[in-house]
């Protein structure tokens, strides 16, 4: 069974930065393009970012230039490094498969951007 581990989310001021890491269990990763998603409570989870296997990127407009997707197939991690955060970014952040995301999600990691 495929499983979605999220973690490296916490406080952070505005302008600040983060590292979130993704480990995905199971044959899953490194076939499948790789996305990034937020939700806020009462808002529909959005894609924040994507990553194909072979590491061709794309990111939702209000993100780009500040964010960062990467993988490493080896170890069927998937990273999203975060920079210049503003309140806007706060959000739980989650990882699945970027098309087709599968309906088991991971618990997700809580990313807080606040002075």
């Known amino acids: 069974q495929v499983q979605f581990v999220e973690s490296g989310g916490g406080l952070v001021q505005p302008g600040g930065s983060l590292r979130l890491s993704c480990e995905a269990s199971?044959?899953?990763?490194?076939?499948?393009?790789m996305g990034w998603y937020r939700q806020v409570p009462g808002k529909q989870r959005e894609l924040v970012a994507g990553i194909l296997p072979g590491g061709y990127t794309n990111y939702l407009d209000s993100v780009k230039g500040r964010f960062r997707v990467s993988r490493d197939n080896a170890k069927s991690t998937m990273y999203l490094q975060m920079n210049s955060l503003k309140p806007e970014d706060a959000a739980v952040y989650y990882c699945?498969?970027?098309?087709?995301?599968?309906?088991?999600w991971g618990q997700g990691t809580l990313v807080t951007v606040s002075s």
């Open positions: 199971g044959s899953i990763f490194n076939k499948y393009a």
């Open positions: 699945n498969r970027q098309y087709e995301p599968l309906e088991v």
